[in-house]
């Protein structure tokens, strides 16, 4: 068993904008087990941070309880971290963002943490519009306590054990529709030319990004039978587009037939492109979105790819209206400016 | 691209880059893995079988190995896989009882080797155990040829030498020592079933310019100065001392003039440094030594004073190369430079010399007065006359003569049995899986970070007031562990089942080095520019599986794959395997007979 990655790298990778090579993004050798999709969506962040040059002191990485809530310790080892208790990742996430909104905010859960036990948490999250990714690892079972459905087990899905879901699962990006999220997408850990680029663009967007990754469990639920399986989703998907992802300081060296392609800019600069779009849909229009996601889960088919976006979004802060410091960088005489200040305002009362 | 063929021997063999590269294909991971086990004596064995005289080889080899190894891609510096060969050789333990023994019984048949050195003691070893009567002439009193008279005991310690030519002799050997052939028809007339000849290239050249008639007293051809320091017929030389030359030869004479009486030794080269023949370990041990190298300077007379040799005048140039990478020295028009001597040594260059063959006998010379052979079989224009080592295709190494020899002999084998030539087996490989458990490897596949280690050297006011000792010391038993350790185990193979891939990406993830990439297929060019790390050395492949059920390929970038096993560890489906990949030339000699090697 290795416990150790060797530190060698590929000699012709080259170090990104701020310095840091590949490596530098990782964390320790996953303990997951092998094929697990979720060390892939581990891979994609890296990748995606990595490519996007970020400092790796400039993010903090959540998660609550749970395999997907593990990953952290298997990603960005740099970063900052909190590994917080079941389903409350939302809630310490809403409490660091308030206080420092300097950094990019990375939430890490699974079906169990954010559709049962977290189910509280993350909506109101949602609804506040926090500034943060939200990444689910959903794999439709509960593989750390051996693979019983979860609350997004679809209908009818076969588990290891042989028996039919008899519940309806959770849509989690339905939900996330219904509750205005401002930033909506599926993607599957088996695709990362897919998933990279949404988890960047998901880390340009103001707002709550809210990204469900299909990753199947291969210990509990890569069976016949399932839909959460890598053979079923590969067989089943469906994209709502080809999307790609340019930060604001790229240069455009990819030729676009103008005709084809839809582009979004965001609120710093950076744009989405997406080719190839799924008839009658648009991605800033919340009804279309809801009815694609139908019209493809009628067919029994996986829909990936970004849903929906608000590319007006403002996030909690704008909402609350806080200062553009940082609060955690205030100082006692910004936080306390005295007596005099205080009898200004008591006077404004009387 | 089309699927890689594994099953083809040279793909894996490629792999392993080392063993690639050795012109006799010594497994090196294999030893160096048992080195690590502190198994020196079984170590030992394996290199002898493949090249015959290891501990030779771990002191005085070319290492066409090192530059080849895959750690030096991912880091700076290689294994120093010939310093741990010597590891072996001086901690094995008795060996003698593991070699073939003699007598054996006779097949009737009757080879004369002409010429004591590597090739024909690798083709005698080869031989021997299969029954043949070997016939080996010698010029000198003692076997080992070039090993013994062009190599200081100071590289290479007599008693090392003398163990090793013996194991081959005392196969039953008929020694014909103090005997130079001068005549191939009376050879071919005693009745000989076939002829090996590895007579070297025994012909030092000189260099007769301005002022030679005269100095000649005081000018010595360089392989014959060693030779006849290694006999102890010349036992010291002037103080001030030239050498012409800037290959290995050139080192050896004047690291031997030191030590014969020499002050200042300089050794001046025509050419620029980067262009010296000389291993740059033999370059910076003459360096070590005080020696000073003056480079771009041709000789161009000798100057004698009252009858004796003064010194040399050399002009000053400077290279040029042309698109072709072809060398022009180019007069630079600074004074020339005369540098006094007492003795100048002409290390130069040697050649071929085959006046002992007569020319109507049917061997065909060509260019260079080398003879025409098969470049496989070894096999001349006349069909019982073969040559090997530095006799067949000019002056190479000795590694290289112990292949020739290996070749030669299964030629000689396959000619005296009534077979072509031709008809040459394949070579033995052999795969075997690596896995002992869900994450356990018989190898440790653990990748140290260390760096190369340096060999312990000899106090200089001691190696050099004495030619017989060693200035090397080799490297103790620690630091030999710890070197071995740094070897990447390349020969126990990434093997991919396609059928068993489910496509997680997990090896892509965890490939410390990037070498592995899941895609659409494409040609080879195009390909190696989309891979998740761009693979830009061509020398090394691309391993491309066959179509999956994405449509897609795997493909690995064998470059810099660390062998580490870590995507074969995070495979839920063992489509990964880490497969231990044995390759062993054809060679008539194997341990028990039966082309079953190890």
Not at chain 1, 73 to 86: A, E, I, K, M, P
Not at chain 2, 207 to 233: C, P, Q
Not at chain 2, 347 to 360: L, T, V
Not at chain 2, 527 to 541: F, H, K, Y
Request: a negative charge; one cysteine or more; charged letters at 25%.
């Amino acid at each position: 068993m290795s416990y150790l990655k060797p530190k060698f790298h590929h000699p012709s990778l080259k170090p990104n904008k701020v310095g840091f090579i590949k490596s530098d993004y990782e964390g320790v050798i996953s303990t997951l087990c092998a094929g697990c999709g979720h060390d892939s969506i581990s891979g994609a962040i890296i990748q995606a941070c990595y490519e996007t040059s970020i400092e790796p002191h400039k993010l903090a990485k959540l998660s609550g309880i749970g395999c997907s809530s593990k990953t952290p310790t298997y990603f960005l080892s740099n970063s900052h971290g909190f590994n917080s208790v079941h389903g409350r990742m939302p809630s310490i996430t809403t409490g660091a963002n308030m206080a420092n909104k300097d950094l990019i905010y990375l939430g890490v859960s699974g079906d169990g943490d954010t559709a049962a036990i977290g189910m509280g948490q993350f909506v109101h999250a949602i609804r506040r519009n926090l500034n943060m990714v939200y990444i689910v690892m959903n794999n439709g079972c509960y593989g750390l306590t051996k693979g019983q459905d979860s609350a997004t087990a679809d209908f009818g899905s076969i588990s290891k054990a042989g028996s039919s879901n008899p519940y309806p699962g959770i849509d989690l990006c339905g939900l996330a529709l219904e509750l205005n999220a401002t930033f909506v997408g599926r993607s599957f850990s088996g695709d990362k030319t897919q998933l990279v680029p949404m988890i960047k663009a998901a880390m340009a967007h103001p707002g709550f990004a809210f990204l469900d990754v299909i990753s199947p469990c291969v210990t509990f639920n890569n069976n016949k039978g399932s839909t959460r399986s890598y053979s079923h989703v590969r067989a089943h998907i469906e994209e709502t587009s080809l999307f790609d992802f340019v930060p604001h300081q790229d240069e455009i060296t990819v030729d676009y037939d103008e005709g084809t392609v839809t582009k979004l800019e965001l609120f710093d600069g950076s744009s989405i492109h997406l080719s190839k779009l799924a008839p009658e849909w648009d991605p800033t229009d919340r009804f279309s979105a809801v009815n694609r996601l139908h019209a493809a889960k009628s067919k029994g088919n996986v829909l990936t790819g970004l849903y929906y976006i608000d590319v007006e979004s403002e996030d909690l802060h704008v909402k609350i209206n806080t200062v553009d410091k940082p609060l955690n960088k205030l100082t006692q005489e910004e936080l306390c400016p005295g007596q005099s200040q205080l009898d200004v305002i008591n006077d404004s009362f009387r | 691209m089309k699927p890689t063929n594994i099953k083809d021997p040279e793909y894996f063999h490629k792999v392993v880059d080392c063993q690639y590269a050795c012109p006799a294909h010594t497994p090196v991971p294999e030893y160096i893995r048992l080195i690590a086990a502190q198994k020196y004596t079984e170590a030992f064995m394996i290199n002898w079988e493949s090249n015959v005289f290891p501990g030779v080889l771990g002191r005085t080899c070319d290492r066409p190995c090192e530059p080849a190894c895959r750690r030096g891609r991912v880091e700076e510096e290689p294994v120093a896989i010939c310093r741990l060969k010597r590891v072996a050789a001086d901690n094995k333990g008795e060996v003698k009882h593991l070699m073939p023994q003699a007598p054996f019984p006779s097949n009737g048949k009757k080879v004369a080797l002409i010429g004591g050195g590597p090739a024909s003691l690798t083709a005698a070893r080869d031989l021997a155990p299969l029954g043949y009567e070997l016939h080996l002439y010698d010029e000198w009193g003692k076997g080992g040829g070039m090993m013994r008279t062009q190599i200081p005991a100071f590289r290479l310690p007599e008693a090392v030498l003398d163990e090793e030519v013996n194991f081959v002799l005392d196969m039953g050997i008929h020694t014909h020592f103090n005997t130079f052939v001068d005549s191939m028809k009376e050879i071919l007339d005693k009745d000989y079933d076939a002829v090996f000849v590895g007579t070297g290239a025994p012909k030092g050249r000189s260099l007769e310019i301005e002022g030679y008639e005269e100095a000649k007293d005081n000018i010595h051809i360089g392989i014959e100065f060693l030779a006849s320091v290694a006999f102890e017929h010349k036992e010291s030389v002037g103080k001030k001392v030239i050498v012409l030359g800037g290959g290995n030869t050139a080192m050896d004479c004047c690291r031997t003039s030191k030590r014969l009486g020499g002050k200042e030794v300089t050794v001046v080269v025509r050419s620029p440094r980067q262009d010296m023949k000389a291993s740059p370990w033999e370059i910076e041990d003459a360096e070590r030594e005080d020696i000073i190298i003056h480079n771009n300077m041709p000789p161009k007379r000798f100057v004698v004073e009252n009858g004796k040799l003064k010194g040399v005048i050399f002009g000053k140039v400077r290279a040029e190369y042309d698109e072709n990478g072809k060398r022009k020295l180019i007069p630079t028009g600074e004074p020339d430079m005369m540098i006094e001597a007492d003795d100048v040594i002409v290390a130069i260059g040697q050649d071929n010399a085959f006046p002992w063959i007569e020319k109507d006998i049917g061997i065909e010379f060509g260019k260079w007065n080398v003879p025409v052979l098969d470049k496989v079989t070894f096999q001349s224009t006349l069909d019982k006359v073969f040559f090997g080592g530095d006799a067949a295709f000019g002056p190479e190494n000795v590694i290289t003569a112990v292949a020739h020899g290996h070749q030669a002999a299964v030629s000689i084998d396959l000619f005296c049995s009534g077979k072509s030539v031709n008809e040459r087996l394949a070579p033995m490989t052999n795969l075997i899986s690596q896995k002992m458990g869900i994450h356990e490897w018989t190898y440790d596949n653990h990748i140290e970070s260390d760096l190369r280690y340096l060999v312990p050297h000899e106090d200089k006011n001691i190696s050099l007031k004495d030619r017989k000792v060693e200035v090397e010391l080799g490297f103790d038993l620690g630091i030999g562990f710890k070197e071995a350790q740094r070897c990447l185990n390349c020969d126990v193979q990434t093997v991919f089942t396609e059928d068993l891939c489910i496509e997680c990406d997990a090896c892509v993830d965890v490939c410390p080095t990037d070498c592995i990439t899941f895609t659409n297929n494409g040609e080879e060019q195009d390909l190696r520019s989309r891979l998740n790390a761009p693979a830009e050395n061509m020398t090394q492949d691309l391993y491309v599986s066959d179509t999956l059920l994405t449509t897609r390929v795997m493909i690995k970038d064998e470059d810099v794959c660390l062998h580490c096993g870590l995507c074969s560890e995070r495979c839920p489906t063992e489509a990964w395997d880490m497969v231990k990949y044995l390759y062993n030339t054809t060679k008539t000699y194997t341990k028990n007979g039966k082309g079953d090697c190890c």
